[in-house]
T-cell receptor, first 115, second 113 residues
Framework: DQQVKQNSPSLSVQEGRISILNCDYTNSMFDYFLWYKKYPAEGPTFLISISSIKDKNEDGRFTVFLNKSAKHLSLHIVPSQPGDSAVYFC??????????????FGRGTQLTVWP | NAGVTQTPKFQVLKTGQSMTLQCAQDMNHNSMYWYRQDPGMGLRLIYYSASEGTTDKGEVPNGYNVSRLNKREFSLRLESAAPSQTSVYFCASVGAANTGELFFGEGSRLTVL
């Protein structure tokens, strides 16, 4: 059973608008959350992360929001650019240390940003 | 700066054949991982090595073996390939600073006929 869920397989947004990608999780032991971006024929690349002690983390055009009570996080991209078109994976971990790499991934959301 | 390097990038096998996927990182990272990605399934952890000399099972270890040859290299072996192992395999590593950022290789696409 998937512990990290991305229920929207695809999202299409016009350039300049906001993209909002959503992610839900079921495991209450998760305390670290990450977003990865993946282009075709490449490996995933880290985008942004958030610890469970925070509810928001911002890095340039990317902001991640965490709602622990709802077990929900979202990634906001403002403004969206055509180069943002990629698959976005939500991932979660039970903590740092040697288990950090034991990430549980969602199935991904294909974001398409059109001009 | 190579980062994480995987070989081969593509491979076609027949059912029952064996092969080894190689992974090397030049970032002096302690921990290394093997994931597989299947269509619509996201990435799933096969095996990981928290440090040189240790290996542990992930979510989907059946049918695979691993070797942490040294700090740089972590190989994944399929002893008797099955069509269900057709997938894209990603190796990744993370350093001791625990920033949360896994560095992934470009992937190895394996097809088992």
């Amino acid at each position: 059973d998937q512990q990290v869920k991305q229920n929207s397989p695809s999202l299409s947004v016009q350039e300049g608008r906001i993209s909002i990608l959503n992610c839900d999780y079921t495991n209450s032991m998760f305390d670290y959350f990450l977003w990865y971006k993946k282009y075709p024929a490449e490996g995933p690349t880290f985008l942004i992360s958030i610890s469970s002690i925070k509810d928001k983390n911002e890095d340039g055009r990317f902001t991640v929001f965490l709602n622990k009570s709802a077990k929900h996080l979202s990634l906001h991209i403002v403004p969206s650019q055509p180069g943002d078109s990629a698959v976005y994976f939500c991932a979660a971990s039970e903590g740092r240390g040697s288990t950090l790499g034991r990430l549980y991934f969602g199935r991904g959301t294909q974001l398409t940003v059109w001009p | 700066n190579a980062g994480v390097t995987q070989t081969p990038k593509f491979q076609v096998l027949k059912t029952g054949q064996s092969m080894t996927l190689q992974c090397a990182q030049d970032m002096n990272h302690n921990s290394m991982y093997w994931y597989r990605q299947d269509p619509g399934m996201g990435l799933r952890l096969i095996y990981y090595s928290a440090s040189e000399g240790t290996t542990d099972k992930g979510e989907v270890p059946n049918g695979y073996n691993v070797s942490r040859l040294n700090k740089r290299e972590f190989s994944l072996r399929l002893e008797s390939a099955a069509p269900s192992q057709t997938s894209v395999y990603f190796c990744a590593s993370v350093g001791a600073a625990n920033t949360g950022e896994l560095f992934f290789g470009e992937g190895s696409r394996l097809t088992v006929l």
